[in-house]
């Protein structure tokens, strides 16, 4: 059994805590399958424009 670093340990908290964030910022942007839908679309409008222009 090997032992973990302290930068091995300090490395996963850090990427943990990252994607918890990431996380929450995903809940609270679309909190309802509704703004889900319309985030998605907004998203495939923004790569529609981007395309032609």
């Known amino acids: 059994m090997t032992s973990m670093t302290n930068r091995n340990v300090f490395g996963r908290a850090l990427l943990g ?3 918890a964030l990431l ?3 995903m809940l609270t942007g679309c909190n309802t399958l509704a ?3 319309q985030d998605v679309e907004e998203g495939g409008e923004a790569v529609q424009e981007a395309a032609q222009g």
Do not use: H, P, S
């Open 35 to 37: 703004g889900v839908g």
């Open 23 to 25: 996380v929450a910022g």
């Open 17 to 19: 805590g990252l994607a």
